[in-house]
């Protein structure tokens, strides 16, 4: 099929490239040239396990192109999917979906045969409604049909989940472009997806209901870490206890710092304003994005604890700065918030990251990129664990530190505390 993906991020470069790992011929456009112009030398804009060779591969086969010219690539494709960004609106009420809107306004001026619309994008229920009435034009009504199609990958997995999905869902009541998409997705379907049509409007809110509810089991297990903390008891216990049960599943189940990312702090808030314009209250979803708003100022106040809260001139070196493993993406890290709690109190920061050092973080003089593990905690008093890299998980910290009375604080819960406690380490973790 001809397929064309508006934005190449996270999920437009992903799910694209792998549609053309299918055997589809596919465009993928951005309206940044920059990131368009080094694809096209095979320069990979995001830190993605495995999909650097799968570009590389499929851009050669001549199945994966790039473009930045949107008219053209539309005009030649049968769907398109739209994967534009749907970020938090700046005054923090509701998704902004100018993007989404200007695209839509974009492709309207370009049907001229039958064309697929598809929201990969996390929109909010009515949106393809929405859609729908920007792009109709009396004549052209029976020459496209708006779908939606969630998108549910986890960067650092997402080619795996493009392959291995759990469920494919396609809201729409339209059967022409149910039965396209459905062809599409058959190689998926054959080892084993399971693949569901729904109303677009059902659709759209599956992706939220499932963000928020995966966000409310996150915030949950790190309220009950706190309890923890404060009752003499194992997090971990609970953890596994809890996640044997069949029906609550293991998953997000581990306690850890603020949830962060693309797609949680912004989806929360989001389905909030969403119920609101329905005159729907979501007290849960609500506390959920309060507890976890708080969630730093509980772990800072650990961190000042740790140090006798004497946190000047104290160097604080983190480990990983990303809102989770396997991925370069800083949208919504916890640490974006620590990070200039910590420089106010002057204390020294410096971090590694195993995807390089972060524009984020250079606007502060005081905080400084580290190029390995080794010159990143040399000198600290205190290392925080932030992310759980595989790169982190065996670190000799004792041969490696040169202050001997460094204190380790672990958010991800990653060694033993007693092996810690047995090799004469200052360790500390969560909910244990
Ligand atoms: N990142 C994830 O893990 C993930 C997972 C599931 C769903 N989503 C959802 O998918 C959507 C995209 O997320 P992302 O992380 O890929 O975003 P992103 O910011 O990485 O990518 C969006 C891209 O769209 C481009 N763009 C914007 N307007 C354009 C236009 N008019 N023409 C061409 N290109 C345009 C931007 O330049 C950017 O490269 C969001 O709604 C997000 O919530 C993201």
Known sequence: MKICMIGTGYVGLVTGTCFADLGNDVICIDKDTNKINNLKKGIIP??????????????????LNFSSSLNESVKKSDIIFICVGTPAKKNGNGADLTQIYNVAKQIKKLISKFKI?????????????????????????????????????????????????????????????????????????????????????AAE??????????????????????????????????SIGMGLDTRIGSRFLRPGP???????????????????????????????????????????????????YKLKKKKICFLGVTFKAN??????????????????????????????????????????????????????????????WNAFKAINFKSLVKNKNFTIFDLRNIYSSLKMRQLNIKYYSIGQ
């Open 258 to 308: 603020a949830y962060g990312g693309s797609c949680f702090p912004k989806d929360t808030k989001a389905i909030i304003s969403t119920a609101e314009k329905f005159k729907t209250k979501l007290s849960i979803i609500k506390s959920v994005v309060k507890s976890n708003e708080n969630r730093h100022l509980l772990l800072l106040k650990r961190i000042n604890i740790l140090l006798k």
């Open 327 to 388: 991925t370069d993406d800083m949208r919504d890290s916890s640490c974006l918030k620590m990070i200039p709690f910590l420089l106010k109190k002057e204390a020294i920061i410096n971090y590694y990251d195993p995807t390089g050092s972060k524009k984020e973080l250079s606007k502060y003089k005081k905080v400084s990129f580290s190029k390995d593990i080794k010159s990143a905690v040399f000198k600290a008093d205190l290392i925080i664990i932030h992310t759980e």
């Open 117 to 201: 619309i598809v929201t990969k994008s996390t929109v909010p229920l009515g949106t393809g409604d929405l859609i729908e009435k920007i792009i109709s034009v009396k004549k052209r009504k029976k020459l496209f049909s708006v779908v939606s199609n969630p998108e549910f990958l986890r960067e650092g997995e997402a080619i795996r989940d493009f392959s291995f999905p759990d469920r494919i869902i396609i809201g729409t009541d339209d059967n022409k472009s149910n039965k396209i998409l459905k062809n599409l997705y058959a190689p998926l379907i054959s080892k084993g997806a399971k693949y569901i049509n729904t109303s677009r409007r």
């Open 205 to 238: 809110l599956i992706k939220y209901s499932s963000n928020a509810f995966l966000a409310t089991k996150i915030s949950f297990i790190n309220e009950i870490s706190n309890l923890c903390e404060n009752s003499d008891v194992n997090i971990e216990d609970i």
């Open 46 to 63: 995001i830190y993605e396990p495995g999909l650097e060779e799968l570009v590389i591969k499929n851009y050669k086969n001549k199945k």
